[in-house]
């Protein structure tokens, strides 16, 4: 009794399981067919777009070959006049190019031009310089070197007024003053 009672909620189970398990392949199902559908809806919706795009490109290209003659001439009007127009600018933008880069070569010219006399000037300066701290080193020296000599004959006016004999004097009077 007991065993028929599990064995009884066991096959309601399985039922149970297996409505599940039918209705889950059921939707499985709808699911593939609903995609298949939609799928071909698809593949349909194309082949009819690209038919209309063929017959609209073949009524262009009909209107097409009617009026290429006259696009065509009026396509090497423009041509002519835009190539003139465009070699009319290329004239005048060369022309202008020309004159920039000779007006950059003269600036630069008056530049090296400039920059060749401050140095010559700068040079000339301090060539002058140097000759000026050449005499007045000179003239300091001429004025040291005859202080000093002043300084040796006064020493030897002492000495002698002293009476310092001349032999201890001798040194003193032949001692010639140099300055380096």
Not at 16 to 37: N, S
Request: with cysteine.
């Amino acid at each position: 009794m007991f065993g028929n009672r599990l064995r009884a909620t066991q096959e309601r189970a399985q039922d149970k399981h297996a409505v599940i398990d039918g209705v889950r392949a059921l939707r499985v199902q709808e699911e593939y067919e609903r995609e298949w559908r939609e799928k071909k809806r698809a593949e349909a919706e194309k082949v009819r777009l690209m038919h209309k795009d063929l017959a609209r490109a073949c009524e262009e290209q009909k209107i097409y070959k009617l009026k290429l003659p006259a696009d065509q001439a009026q396509e090497e009007h423009i041509s002519y006049y835009r190539i003139a127009q465009s070699q009319k600018a290329a004239l005048i933008e060369a022309r202008r190019q020309a004159q920039l880069a000779h007006e950059a070569v003269v600036h630069n010219k008056n530049a090296v031009l400039t920059q060749i006399k401050k140095n010559e000037d700068r040079k000339a300066n301090e060539l002058r310089n140097k000759f000026e701290e050449g005499k007045r080193l000179k003239h300091k020296l001429r004025v040291e070197k005859l202080r000093l000599e002043e300084i040796r004959q006064r020493n030897l006016k002492e000495l002698q007024k002293e009476g310092v004999p001349p032999n201890y004097q001798v040194e003193l009077i032949h001692h010639k003053v140099a300055i380096h």
